[in-house]
DNA sequence: CTGCATCCTGAAAGATACTG
DNA sequence: CAGTATCTTTCAGGATGCAG
């Protein structure tokens, strides 16, 4: 199905889909972008833990693989905003079901971790 | 929307779901066992390139997420075979819908990425 | 504000070899 | 056939600082 974090195989449909947004904050930018927050320092704001370089990289590869298109703006100070592409618009639905199973289930598994927790202690 | 690739955060579906099938190879896993591959070594030759230590631990995980059961049957030789539960049933949907994203448009990314490769060489 | 260059860490995954 | 125990490797992500 997939066979790397980073696979070469990009043979079936799932490999290709974490392809894209296997990275750590990607589903988030997309999130983000979408909810209209477009400015690099914007939505670094929106994830203060996540390293202004790895924001940078993430943006870059999801613009690589056609999911934002970045705009330049030559003005001073500069301005720089992202936006989704079709292709990008077209993955949000899929996320969104993802996100929804998750939180359908979100309370069973932080029982979850939360007894693995106490079993650990005890 | 989720902060690692094993959070401690799980206050967002999106990031339960990667803590789930995060790992390299339970997509695949969960798939071949809902189409009747049931035992540790058939599992293997399914995908040789995984160790099966590897596969032993996020079989473990995914046990542990309650996602699959592991039956022991007393016999010699020994022999296992794991079955996804109603939980790990209730996923399969949603990596069927994340596989079919990719499918729709693995043309499209394969092209991208040979093209980068070609780049890449000039 | 924007982004890049450098170095570093930690966790996942691979290799190998072992037991029941 | 099943699984586990080490050791090593890899690399995404983090920390920091500089530059346009």
Known sequence: MY???IPKDFSCGFSVLMEIIGGKWKS???YLIHN???R???LHKQMPSATRRVLNMQL???EFHGMVKRVIYPELPPRVEYFLTEFGDSLLPVIFEMNEWG???LE???KLITDKQLEAVA
């Open 36 to 38: 209209g927050v477009h």
């Open 28 to 30: 988030y930018l997309l």
């Open 108 to 110: 069973r598994f932080q």
């Open 3 to 5: 066979e790397k974090k």
């Open 103 to 105: 939180n359908n289930h």
């Open 40 to 42: 690099p320092n914007e």
């Open 60 to 62: 870059r590869e999801l």
